[in-house]
């Protein structure tokens, strides 16, 4: 069977602190880490999730066991009418983001700024306008931090890479994460340097998505589950390239107490990212060992400054 031999880090650059884990993050975490799935970055969604994400991160980093978490500092496009409805204006929660970066810097927790975009399959969350007022402060904010940008794109028909190109293009580099874009989008990406597009379960839908992400070099990939969503379904063409990992699988039910080997069903978690390794190593014909030291490398690349 086709392995990991010889990779010793492998890193989920997407998860979210969804209240789901709460009742079991070590247990996931250690699952995480028995897989060599020893860097792991929570995404910050808004100004009070980026510093819950930073408080968690360091009590867990403080244990000294793996895996080392690290988090982004931004405002999620669909969480943007709720940014609103605070009342702070755009620089007033700008300063307050770059505050929260720079104190997570310092002790390297906070690695990218985001998660930030634009989202044109929720404008129900926030309507584009809402969504714009609210996107271009992150620019500033990976300016003044050297943080690469943590990119949420949906549906934008290149639109959002466009306008981030006219308003001064990207400072620092930055990742696409959550790829489902077609042929174009991905080469419009591509062309951009030191930008780099990251793949979950949603990416690898159909065989015309499989065909896109086929197409991502390994100088350019990143892997990410995307946390308690995005898992590789039982549907997408990939999943025969996926293997079972040694743990039980069960239904969530009221007052099932979660265990170490017992991973729950229709919930993804980080230890999920190896899958997602095997998916894209099959598709780009690239050993697993290859795909996951490529992207290890790029992770260097983007983010080695940042990071222990
Ligand atoms: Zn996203």
Known sequence: MASFSGVTTLTDIAVNLDEIFDEDWSHILLRARENNVNRIIITGVDLEVSKNAIKFCREWNASGILPR???????????????????????????????????????????????????????????????????????????MTGLPLFLHERN????????????????????????????????????????????????L????????????????????????????KSTSPCFVHTEKLPYNVIKRKKGTIPREDTMIKDRNEPVMVTQVIRCYAALTQSSIECAASCAEENIQKLLGKFMH
């Open 205 to 232: 839908r159909t065989i015309e998505q499989c065909d896109v992400i086929s197409g991502i070099p390994l100088d350019k990939i990143l892997f990410e589950t995307d946390a308690p969503w995005c898992s590789i």
């Open 69 to 143: 978490l690290y988090t982004t500092v931004g405002l999620h496009p669909t969480n943007t009418k709720q940014a609103d409805e605070t009342g702070l204006s755009v620089e007033e929660y700008e300063q307050r983001l770059l505050e929260v970066a720079m104190d997570g810097m310092q002790d390297k927790t906070v690695v990218f700024i985001g998660e930030c975009g634009l989202d044109y399959d929720r404008f129900s969350y926030a309507d584009l306008d809402t969504q714009k007022k609210w996107f271009l402060m992150h620019l500033n904010l990976s300016r």
């Open 156 to 203: 934008t028909n290149n639109f959002l890479l466009n306008w981030i190109k006219e308003s001064g293009g990207i400072p620092n580099g930055a990742v696409v994460h959550s790829f489902t874009g077609n042929m174009e989008d991905r080469d419009n990406t591509l062309a951009l340097p030191n930008v780099y597009i990251s793949i979950n379960g949603c990416s």
